[in-house]
């Protein structure tokens, strides 16, 4: 099974901060990385797939990139709404697995 | 407006059977690959079972923790995508959700959940 580990687990940031959350692949994964974020409650909801590409709808402060086996998740201007833990996951193979998350706090 | 809908969640016995529905509106079921995840509230995402359009042959994936157990199956004609659940384990308590595969097994939307309890 190829593993996700993602870091931070936690941040702690203000409105307008830029936010950089890391995802690596114990082996590689080529660019079939996909993003998600999740608020309580609530369904996780696709963010970016294929590593970079912004799904409809979705703000373009989100942006990702990376291949291989790293990648980032970034958030150029935390807005208000943003407030939430974010999940990678891995698409190349299954089983399909997770990042572990990564909460997004008000500082 | 796509939309996924699952029900079937409920509080059953461990060795007991349970069957989750997944009712997709707003789009052509039958085109699409799907998915079932699950998640312990407050904890990380575990993917369950996929099962590939008519195109892809219909052929399913299982998780290593639900193989022999677990079993996806869809109906095009009904636009239901089904997991059936035997031999529940109460490490399979979680909110269950269903999921449509947008571009090689990366999904979205995502239903809003079904939970199942599995207690004594």
């Known amino acids: 099974d190829i593993q996700m580990t993602q870091s931070p687990s936690s941040v702690s940031a203000s409105v307008g901060d830029r936010v950089t959350i890391t995802c690596r692949a114990n082996?590689?994964?080529?660019?079939?990385l996909a993003w998600f974020q999740q608020k309580p409650g609530k369904a996780p909801k696709l963010l970016i797939y294929?590593?970079?590409t912004l799904h409809s709808g979705v703000p373009s402060r989100f942006s990702g990139s990376g291949s291989g086996t790293d990648f980032t998740l970034t958030i150029s201007s935390l807005q208000p709404e943003d407030f939430a833990t974010y999940f990678c996951?891995?698409?190349?193979?299954?089983?399909?697995?997770f990042g572990g998350g990564t909460k997004v706090e008000i500082k | 407006e796509v939309q996924l809908v699952e029900s079937g969640g409920d509080l059953v016995q461990p060795g007991r059977s349970l069957t989750l529905s997944c009712t997709a509106s707003?789009?052509?079921?039958?085109?699409?690959?799907m998915s079932w995840f699950r998640q312990v509230p407050g904890k990380g995402l575990e993917w369950v079972a996929f099962v590939r359009s008519k195109a892809y042959g219909g052929t399913i994936e299982n998780a290593a923790s639900v193989k022999g157990r677990f079993t996806i199956s869809r109906d095009d004609s009904k636009s239901i995508a089904y997991l059936q659940m035997n031999s529940l384990k109460t490490e399979d308590t979680a909110l269950y959700y269903c999921a449509r595969s947008i571009s090689h097994h990366q999904c979205d939307p995502w239903g809003q959940g079904t939970l199942v309890t599995v207690s004594s």
């Open positions: 707003g789009f052509t079921f039958g085109d699409y690959s």
């Open positions: 294929t590593a970079s």
């Open positions: 996951q891995q698409a190349k193979s299954f089983p399909l697995t």
């Open positions: 082996q590689g994964i080529d660019t079939w």
